[in-house]
Nanobody
């Protein structure tokens, strides 16, 4: 069984920064796409950023130039550096890992709350 745990959320003023971490544990031989998603109150979950094991990244237009996703393959961990935060970035941020082997599956963390005050 694979488990994901996020950390690093909190309350920050507009213009501030936060760094989120997501660590995967369990039997993981090979990973696929990994990413961060967020869900604001009353809204659908949306993609924030994704990264492949080779380091290729993709960002939502709303966070380009402000957020940076990175990974540590040795630790099965991904990170999200969030700068120039805006009140509209307030949401529950969750990480997602696609595991390719030994057993393929798609896993979500419970999420970490990010609140940006104006």
């Amino acid at each position: 069984q694979v488990q994901l745990v996020e950390s690093g959320g909190g309350l920050v003023q507009a213009g501030g920064s936060l760094r989120l971490s997501c660590a995967a544990s369990g039997r993981i031989f090979r990973l696929g796409l990994m990413g961060w998603y967020r869900q604001a109150s009353g809204k659908q979950r949306e993609l924030v950023a994704t990264i492949t094991t080779g380091g290729n990244t993709n960002y939502a237009d709303s966070v380009k130039g402000r957020f940076t996703i990175s990974l540590d393959n040795a630790k099965n961990s991904i990170y999200l550096q969030m700068n120039s935060l805006k009140p509209e970035d307030t949401a529950l941020y969750s990480c997602n890992f696609a595991v390719r082997s030994p057993v393929s599956g798609n896993y979500w963390g419970p999420g970490t709350q990010v609140t940006v005050s104006s």
